[in-house]
């Protein structure tokens, strides 16, 4: 697929495509008139790329990261520096708490959303009770 296509499939702009190539992150091919052509699977990477950017990773850890996310894994230990490693928890530990604020949000408004549709059915107001408060 052309860099249009990754670009609309992945709502990734296309300079940022192009910065993800230069990083290393993605293979482009090239066709005889030099336009890029991306593989099905840049779908799915761009997409995972940018959920540890947004994670907070920056593209040299994300680089050595991304082995792990493709089977069969090869995974590379030479860069793994102290410092690296003590990062790589930190983010880690970040995560795991943004997915804990994130279930406890999904819950709450999974709760609220129930209790709507059981008033939009009923027209009355659920108890604790209905609503799994209780």
């Given at each position: 697929m052309l860099i249009g296509e990754l670009s609309e499939r992945t709502d990734t702009s296309r300079r940022l495509l192009r910065y993800y190539e230069?990083?290393?992150?993605?293979v482009a091919n090239r066709s005889p008139n030099?336009?890029?052509d991306y593989d099905e699977y840049n779908v799915d990477r761009v997409l995972q790329i940018r959920g540890l950017l947004d994670a907070g990773l920056p593209t040299r850890i994300i680089k050595?990261?991304?082995?792990?996310?493709d089977k069969p894994r090869v995974i590379y230990f030479p860069d793994a520096t102290p410092e690296m490693i003590a990062t790589l928890e930190l983010e880690?530990?970040?995560?795991?708490?943004?997915?804990?604020?994130?279930?406890?949000?999904?819950?709450?408004?999974?709760?609220?959303?129930?209790a709507v549709l059981e008033y939009s059915h009923t027209g009355e107001i659920p108890t604790p009770a209905q609503s799994g408060q209780g």
């Open positions: 230069e990083q290393g992150l993605i030099g336009y890029r050595q990261i991304l082995p792990c996310l880690r530990d970040r995560m795991t708490d943004r997915i804990r604020c994130l279930t406890r949000n999904r819950d709450a408004v999974t709760e609220y959303l129930d």
